[in-house]
C-alpha cells in the first residue's frame, strides 16, 4: 500500500499553508482560506492522449 498524495497547493487559493483535515481520510484543510477540501482520483482514460499527424494539439 503506497502513502497518499499530499497536494501542494490549495486548489482555491494557490497557497501552501496546508494540513490532513479532520474530517476523514483524504481530507486537507487550507490554513490562509480556511476551506477544507479532498482531492479524488477518478481513473485512467481508455484511449489516452494522441497527437494528431501534424504533431499539434490532440483532437
Given at each position: ?26 481530507a ?32
Amino acid at each position: 500500500m503506497s502513502e497518499r498524495a499530499a497536494p501542494f497547493y490549495c486548489p482555491y487559493c494557490g497557497d501552501e499553508d496546508l494540513r490532513p483535515g479532520e474530517q476523514g481520510h483524504g481530507a486537507w484543510e487550507c490554513g490562509a482560506c480556511n476551506r477544507a477540501f479532498q482531492l479524488k482520483f477518478l481513473g485512467l482514460l481508455a484511449r489516452g492522449l494522441q497527437a494528431d499527424s501534424t504533431g499539434g494539439e490532440p483532437t
